[in-house]
Each structure stands twice: as structure tokens, then as C-alpha cells.
């Protein structure tokens, strides 16, 4: 029992020395919500994770703008298999929205799925800096341009510029080469 309790004190340790090195709960990017932000009464129950950088939450479907993580498999999109760090990035956004007390998001437009486009705020932080920090997202600002929200874009910017990614395939690269095609199901 002795060493049961031991091990889980360690892994504790671990994950908060993580987090901490990601500087996603001690550093704030922003310390405020945005004009025209929409609050998210968040009630955990409704929230889905479609994969790192995309979720639902009740019927709104939301794609996180200034980031892009590794994909995890979704055969309905042409996706097979999951990309390296593609659960982590995840999990790891999962694990911010679980302690999350506020949760805001400023839209720009749909995108080709329905989902909205938008940056995601979480107690004032952007969602994106944090996975940006955390070494499982590509910055998409210098791709996308800012989409009408240029002082977010410079943080995010500033961001990936002080941060490490971890040794993946450029997620929009790995789509590229990993794409199937999706066979037209009855009723689709």
C-alpha cells in the first residue's frame, strides 16, 4: 500500500511539473475577455473533443483558429489512423477545459465542416498559446493570416516563436499524404 501511495504522489509530481514547464496554468497570455466574446456556460457534460484543436459543445461545433494539432483518426474524413501526438494534443486540451472556470470564444466564419472558426479563450488565456506552448500545436497565423484579429495574432505569434514543437509532421502536410478516400455510404 506504502508503495501504491508513493507512486501516485510521483505521478502528481509529474504532471504538475509538466504543466508548469508548458507554463499553461502559471503564466497568463491574456488576462481579460475580449469585447464581443460569447460566453460558454460550460456545463462539462455537453463538451465533445472532436480532436486537439477542434470540440463541440451541446450543437456548436467550434475549430480553434491559430493552432493546428495532429490529427487523430476519423475514417468518416479520410483518416484512418491517428498522427504522433495527435491523442496527446487531445487529451491535453481535454485536461485544460476539465479545470477550466470560464470559457469565452470570439468567432470569425464558418469553416467547409459547419464548425465555427474562432478563437477560444480559457480563464482569459487563449487555448491556442497554451497547446502552442505545450509543443503539440503549429502556429497557423503565418498561413491564415490574422482573420481580422491582429493583436491575438501577435501573441500567438510571439508564442511559437518562444516555444518548441515536438518532432511531428506538420499536421496540414500529414493530411495531405494520409487522406483516403471516403466511400459514399447509403444515405450520406
Avoid at 493546428?68 to 501526438?85: K, L
Avoid at 498559446?129 to 503549429?138: F, S, W
Wanted: hydrophobic residues 40%.
Amino acid at each position: 500500500m506504502k508503495h501504491f501511495r508513493h507512486k501516485q504522489i510521483f505521478a502528481l509530481l509529474a504532471i504538475g511539473i509538466f504543466l508548469c514547464s508548458c507554463n499553461l496554468f502559471v503564466e497568463k497570455d491574456i488576462d481579460f475577455i475580449p469585447e464581443g466574446a460569447q460566453v460558454i456556460e460550460m456545463d462539462k457534460a455537453k463538451l465533445t473533443m472532436d480532436d486537439g484543436d477542434s470540440f463541440f459543445y451541446d450543437s456548436l461545433g467550434i475549430r480553434v483558429l491559430g493552432m493546428d494539432t495532429p490529427e487523430i483518426a476519423h475514417p468518416e474524413h479520410g483518416f484512418d489512423e491517428d498522427q504522433a501526438y495527435g491523442r496527446e494534443a487531445e487529451a491535453l486540451t481535454a485536461l485544460i477545459f476539465e479545470g477550466a472556470g470560464n470559457v469565452s470564444y470570439l468567432a470569425f466564419q464558418k469553416d467547409g465542416y459547419g464548425r465555427m472558426l474562432a478563437h477560444v479563450f480559457i480563464d482569459g488565456d487563449l487555448l491556442s498559446i497554451k497547446l502552442i506552448r505545450a509543443g503539440l500545436a503549429y502556429e497557423t497565423v503565418s498561413h491564415y493570416g490574422d482573420n481580422g484579429f491582429p493583436q491575438l495574432a501577435e501573441r500567438i505569434l510571439k508564442a511559437a516563436e518562444e516555444s518548441q514543437t515536438k518532432e511531428f509532421i506538420p499536421p496540414h502536410q500529414w493530411r495531405r499524404a494520409n487522406r483516403k478516400a471516403v466511400e459514399e455510404q447509403p444515405g450520406n
